[in-house]
């Protein structure tokens, strides 16, 4: 079965930075994507960036292009996301999912499996 666990959340000061991870198993090839996703209560999902584990090509969305920072270890054993100069308004849930590859950029996929979020908090 494949399995992500997000981790690396928590409360960091406006203009702080965290790195998430996401620990990848059970993906049967390297023809997937992964990417980071976050919720709250007022945006029910909003996309962030995705990377094609077997070109390594990543993919952000435009309002998260200058602030967010998407990479991997070891291919797909485990994704992470720089988030630098942090604003209140990126306090959510944040989320790993996967899914097949279909050859194209990856953002706006339907992705197929979501792991458990983390929580991050920035205070003002």
């Known amino acids: 079965d494949v399995q992500l666990q997000a981790s690396g959340g928590g409360f960091v000061q406006a203009g702080g930075s965290l790195r998430l991870s996401c620990v990848v198993s059970?993906?049967?090839?390297?023809?997937?994507?992964i990417g980071w996703y976050r919720r709250t209560p007022e945006k029910a999902k909003e996309e962030i960036a995705c990377?094609?584990?077997?070109?390594?090509?990543?993919y952000y969305a435009d309002s998260m292009k200058s602030r967010f920072t998407m990479s991997s270890d070891n291919g797909k054993d485990a994704v992470h996301l720089q988030m630098d100069n942090l604003k209140p308004e990126d306090t959510a849930i944040y989320f790993c999912?996967?899914?097949?590859?279909?050859?194209?950029?990856?953002?706006?996929?339907?992705?197929?499996?979501w792991g458990k979020g983390t929580q991050v908090t920035v205070s003002s």
């Open positions: 999912a996967a899914t097949e590859w279909y050859g194209t950029e990856c953002l706006d996929y339907h992705m197929s499996h």
């Open positions: 059970g993906l049967p090839s390297d023809d997937y994507a």
């Open positions: 990377m094609t584990l077997r070109d390594g090509s990543t």
